[in-house]
């Protein structure tokens, strides 16, 4: 599984329904309206590179009320969860 973290400018008096109609496109899995220089965060999780760009580029770029995005790749994942059964198996 692939994972991108799509940073997102709205329009402010369309946050709201730019998060839920991002919500609705396959391949995102969630949508976090946030503060600070951003307004939005979608994560993106496919099976291949591909459809990352067609996600970004065709699908979430053209959102009416969205200004601006910068796209991150994420290489790993790492949780608190991974570190609780990495200690469980005995691994230091």
Known sequence: ????????KAEPQRIAKCATTLAGIDGVS??????????LVAMIEV???????RIVT???T???G???????????AYSKKDLEQA?????E
């Open 87 to 91: 200690w469980d198996i005995g691994l």
């Open 58 to 60: 065709e699908e979430v």
């Open 62 to 64: 053209v959102v009416p």
């Open 30 to 39: 969630q949508v976090y309206s946030v503060s600070g220089e951003w307004d």
């Open 47 to 53: 099976a291949e590179h591909d459809a990352i760009a």
């Open 1 to 8: 599984m692939i994972t991108a973290i799509v940073l997102i």
């Open 66 to 76: 969205i200004k601006s995005t910068h796209t991150l790749t994420a290489f790993r």
